[in-house]
């Protein structure tokens, strides 16, 4: 990223009287509308620091969102950014349902208060751009564990009003998973590290580490950490009379069917072929674009009276960074 800001132009301040900062729209204009004030510009978030979500409004467990402002035009663009970024700033979330979030109390509180909103002005030169961190639980209440679906609004010419009649810029869509709290009834589906019992994280290693890392857990029968790297929800789609069950199931309906799916991976009822333990693995090949990866992979497996040979290719799908395997084939090598 490029640290940039041309020009701080002066700092001003305008008074947004409570009324008029929440008072509906006469008219309302495209919501993404930007008035030419952003146009070609590239408004867009990710996580800054992707995680276990959960629910409620904890300081210690926020949710990160880096925004960034990039110009990718031939031409200088200006914008005014306000200082307390609840007015050049908003998030919408729907959930599976398509049910929008709510708003905290913080963000409704600070858009029904007289005051005076200061902010300031700032330009971008060709090839520049501007971020900062916001954490959504500030703008949205956040109750319930789930999958939503995350996008940003940019203002910049602030927003005065509860709408999103005015001006703004909308970002790229972000897929937020919030995990249920790590309580009683929670804690057993989390990935635990059997050695220190703590939450295990994927980490943003390459594709043929995924792999190694999957088939070692395996090996020692870990099966968090063998269920860590696997996208069990496009694992279990595979099947596609359990794929059509699974897209009329209710949230709860998906969770349930999800850990029903794991218990079948560690009972060998469900892809024996990779709940099978190999004895020995070999990475023959990986290839990967930024998104889409494939490793392909020798595996033994020792029976009592014979070897027998695999090749497994794996295809993994990269998002936020973590690389997951969504799928895999198996041919046989012969018996050794």
């Not at 041309?6 to 929440?22: K, M, P, Q």
């Not at 926020?62 to 306000?82: C, D, G, Q, S, Y």
Request: charged share 25%; proline share 6%.
């Amino acid at each position: 990223m490029k640290h940039l800001l041309s020009t701080i132009a002066f700092l001003a301040c305008v008074g947004l009287a409570a009324g008029r900062a929440e008072a509906p729209a006469a008219t309302s204009q495209p919501a993404d509308q930007s008035a030419d004030i952003l146009s070609g510009a590239d408004v867009s978030i990710r996580f800054y620091d992707r995680t276990v979500y959960y629910p409620g409004n904890s300081p210690s467990e926020p949710i990160l969102v880096r925004v960034t402002i990039a110009n990718n035009t031939p031409n200088t663009i200006r914008f005014k950014l306000a200082d307390d970024h609840f007015f050049s700033v908003d998030f919408i979330a729907m959930s599976a349902r398509n049910v929008p979030l709510e708003h905290t109390d913080l963000y409704l509180r600070k858009r029904t208060t007289n005051q005076h909103v200061y902010f300031r002005e700032l330009s971008l030169e060709p090839g520049e751009e501007y971020a900062f961190t916001e954490n959504v639980k500030d703008y949205l209440a956040i109750k319930d564990p789930g999958m939503y679906v995350l996008e940003g609004r940019f203002f910049p010419e602030l927003k005065r009003r509860g709408d999103l009649s005015e001006p703004n810029a909308r970002t790229n869509r972000l897929t937020l998973e919030v995990k249920p709290s790590p309580g009683a009834a929670a804690v057993r589906v989390l990935p635990v590290s059997p050695s220190s019992a703590e939450i295990l994280q994927p980490q943003p290693i390459p594709p043929d580490q995924v792999v190694t890392y999957l088939l070692t857990a395996r090996q020692k029968s870990r099966w968090e950490q063998f269920y860590l790297y696997l996208d069990l929800e496009q694992m279990l789609s595979r099947d596609p009379a359990r794929s059509r069950r699974f897209r009329a199931e209710s949230e709860n309906g998906r969770f349930a069917m999800i850990e029903n799916y794991k218990s079948e991976l560690a009972q060998a009822k469900a892809d024996k072929d990779i709940a099978t333990i190999p004895v020995e693995f070999q990475i023959e090949r990986t290839s990967y674009t930024a998104t889409e990866g494939t490793v392909t992979v020798i595996e033994w497996f020792d029976y009592r009276t014979f070897r027998e040979k695999k090749r497994f290719t794996y295809y993994l799908v990269s998002r936020d960074g973590i690389w997951r395997v969504v799928d895999y084939t198996v041919d046989n090598l012969g018996t050794e």
